[in-house]
């Protein structure tokens, strides 16, 4: 028994080491001194940096970002996480590694890690140390292009927060497991912690997992009659028959009748009451250590903006896609999933512990979302369900593959580890490999573009925002970069009217400025960026510039091709762009302070009228004019809008957090402290305890619990 603990024990620490030397090995085309790549990768720079200079280095949850669009509120509806991981190893490498490089370090490092909280999951429910060795190999075969797991989400998409998140997602679903399992109660604040970490980093893998939990918790409950169970049953009725006829026949003296024999009881992994209440409170404390999040997010749900996901397709051509290995899998690679899952099946009708949750968790996932997105297409929550969760399903799927090669190795002592070890191994690298040019830096642009980034910092002003031209996909040839808006964005430092995030964005017009430079007449190009504060519009095509270059309307500012800078040149009679503040009759305006969340501006008006400020709407901003109360409303555009009156003001702007954001800030905070005072009771209580001796420390022996698929 010693020798195969110290067998399972070293399967599962050189399989986890395995998967994460190979994990490193497959990120490390994107280690470097450039950002990591991905369409979305620099948008998640440039929100982390803002968010470390503005807020969490004064000490803030939350607040605006001015950094695209019209703005938003950061965290309201992205998790800050991601954010706060990054500003802490900014931080405690005292500034050595750069914002951009702490990106990448949690990203990678997210991905690298991954394959250990798939190990811990794994052993949550039940499997033995080599099969969760062997499935923390095995989850790296898996490629979700909707984020979460593998290469291409982090790489090719970029999306990073819910890489991160893939992490924090094993972790609290196997704690959550341990805890219905009745496990060591150390594992409730475990579990709690996961959980409010996930909470506050990726709000739709919060949405996932609490749909796998129901399977979880509903599969637990099922007591499915096992094989010993059907035939211990068989037995019975036969004894019952057969007594019966011979008493009929006058061949037994005594009368059969009487109680009927107790049937054989069906194994059942039903969670206690106990349990339930534990999970219970785990989720409870969870969610307030995440109020300060959640509570402003129920608070001001209404100002979520416009929904932008992929499509869905049909179960059936889902199925079809995995199947052929053009989703989630490599080809081939699903083929062995479904001989594992065919294992599972037959080792939970054989009774093994949460076996059938563990195989119907994926399945049920997976139909079960489309199900609901037939149902409820226009929710948007469904569409989310089908795409971002499949990876995280994926990974569960391949727990039943490891249990089936740890079985069939296990008999061959050492070298059955090492083969089965292997076997992982080749399921990732033969066919994932083709992956791997996934991971990459993002590349070095064309020298214009570095030029126009240079020029941009100096000729925007400060509070004042550009505008980028798209032309998707041939921009990317021309500048060699994804995404050359927020490339620039990041390079100049300054705020872009292009879009990244629309659905934290009540201005969803300003966000698509920049796609319809080329199917609109010049002027009205110069009235829209004008509206929205835009000084400079950036051209990325030779035809976008001829197309606009003859218009009084832009000034010239650089030209080198493929790239151009264009002033823009405000409605005669109305102020500067770089003011902020425009109307429907002439008025003069400049922009005296321009902090991210305090606004001020001089204007003259000959005559009282409407009039908007280039932010976007939030009833967290307020207005003063000339010191007094000014109440602020809602454009058509999504921007401030106000009743400018005649004669000189002085306007002021001021975005303040209000009671949704300090309510759940006192939550949290009170959690925080009830939390340490509970730790310092319980240590102490431990530490003054009378000290028991060893034979009373020594808990009472217990049969074995049996592996969930293997043994």
Not at 9 to 30: C, E, F, K, N
Not at 75 to 95: E, K, N, Q, Y
Not at 414 to 424: E, K, N, P, Q, S
Request: glycine share 10%.
């Amino acid at each position: 028994m010693q020798h195969r603990f110290s067998r399972e024990r070293i399967v599962l620490v050189v399989g986890s080491v395995v998967a994460v030397a190979m994990a490193a090995w497959l990120t490390s085309g994107g280690w470097g001194g450039r950002p990591i790549s991905g369409d979305d990768s620099m948008g998640h720079v440039i929100r982390s940096q803002f968010a470390f200079r503005n807020l969490i280095s004064n000490g803030r949850v939350d607040g605006w970002d001015p950094s695209f669009i019209l703005g938003y509120q950061e965290f309201l509806f992205i998790g800050a996480g991601f954010t706060w991981v990054v500003g802490f190893l900014h931080a405690a490498s005292l500034g050595m590694l750069s914002i951009t490089g702490a990106v990448k370090v949690v990203s990678i490092g997210s991905f690298v890690l991954a394959p250990l909280a798939v190990a811990f999951l794994a052993r949550s429910f039940g499997l033995s140390g080599r099969s969760a060795g062997l499935a923390a190999v095995l989850s790296l075969a898996v490629n979700n292009p909707f984020g979460g797991v593998g290469l291409q989400g982090l790489f090719n998409v970029g999306l990073l927060p819910h890489q991160f998140a893939g992490l924090l997602f094993f972790l609290a679903l196997g704690g959550t497991v341990r805890v219905l399992r009745g496990q060591r109660r150390r594992w409730i604040p475990f579990t709690a912690l996961a959980t409010a970490a996930l909470l506050v980093t990726h709000g739709i893998s919060v949405i996932v997992f609490g749909a796998m939990l129901g399977v979880v918790v509903v599969t637990s409950s099922v007591s499915l009659p096992t094989l010993k169970t059907w035939r211990e049953r068989r037995a019975a009725v036969i004894r019952r028959v057969i007594t019966e006829e011979l008493f009929r026949l006058g061949l037994a003296g005594d009368d059969p009748v009487g109680p009927p024999e107790q049937a054989p009881a069906v194994p059942s992994d039903r969670p206690t009451r106990v349990a339930l209440s534990q999970l219970f409170v785990a989720f409870a404390v969870a969610g307030a250590l995440a109020a300060f999040a959640l509570l402003p997010f129920w608070g001001h749900r209404d100002l979520r903006g416009i929904f932008t996901t992929w499509t869905t397709p049909s179960l059936g051509d889902r199925l079809s896609e995995i199947w052929r290995g053009s989703l989630l899998y490599q080809p081939g690679v699903a083929r062995l999933v479904l001989v594992g899952m065919v294992y599972g099946i037959v080792r939970a009708v054989q009774g093994k512990r949460y076996a059938l949750p563990l195989v119907a968790t994926p399945l049920l996932y997976v139909v079960g979302s489309h199900v609901a997105f037939d149902l409820w297409p226009t929710n948007v929550v469904t569409p989310q369900l089908t795409n971002r969760g499949v990876g995280y399903a994926g990974v569960l799927a391949m727990l039943p593959l490891a249990a089936l090669i740890a079985r069939g190795t296990r008999g061959l002592g050492f070298g059955g580890d090492a083969l089965a070890l292997a076997i992982a191994a080749s399921v990732v690298l033969i066919p994932v490999t083709p992956y791997r040019p996934f991971a990459k830096q993002t590349a070095e642009p064309v020298a214009q573009l570095r030029q126009a980034a240079g020029l941009l910092k100096q000729v925007v002003p400060v509070g004042a925002r550009f505008a980028t031209e798209r032309d998707f996909p041939d921009e990317i040839a021309r500048t060699k970069v994804v995404n050359p808006d927020r490339w620039l964005a990041w390079a100049s430092g300054r705020y872009t009217l292009n879009n990244f995030n629309v659905e934290s964005s009540q201005s969803p017009e300003a966000a698509y400025q920049g796609e319809h430079v080329l199917d609109r007449p010049p002027a009205a190009i110069a009235d829209a960026l004008s509206k929205f504060g835009t000084t400079h519009l950036v051209t990325v095509s030779d035809k976008g510039a001829d197309h606009i270059g003859p218009s009084p309307r832009f000034s010239l500012l650089w030209r080198s091709s493929p790239i151009a800078i264009y002033s823009v040149v405000p409605p005669t009679g109305h102020p500067s762009p770089a003011a902020l503040l425009g109307a429907s009759f002439p008025i003069q305006a400049t922009l005296v302070k321009a902090a991210p969340e305090r606004i001020i501006i001089e204007v003259r008006a000959d005559q009282a009228g409407p009039a908007t400020v280039a932010v976007g709407w939030s009833p967290k901003w307020h207005a003063r004019l000339d010191g007094r109360s000014l109440a602020l409303t809602k454009s058509a555009e999504g921007q401030l809008a106000l009743t400018l009156p005649a004669g000189d003001h002085r306007l002021q702007l001021d975005f303040r957090l209000d009671f949704w954001d300090w309510a759940g800030i006192l939550v949290t905070t009170s959690t925080v402290v009830l939390g340490a005072v509970w730790l310092v009771r319980s240590w102490s209580s431990q530490r003054g305890g009378r000290r028991r001796s060893p034979r009373e420390r020594a808990p009472a022996p217990g049969p074995p619990e049996p592996a969930i698929l293997e043994g």
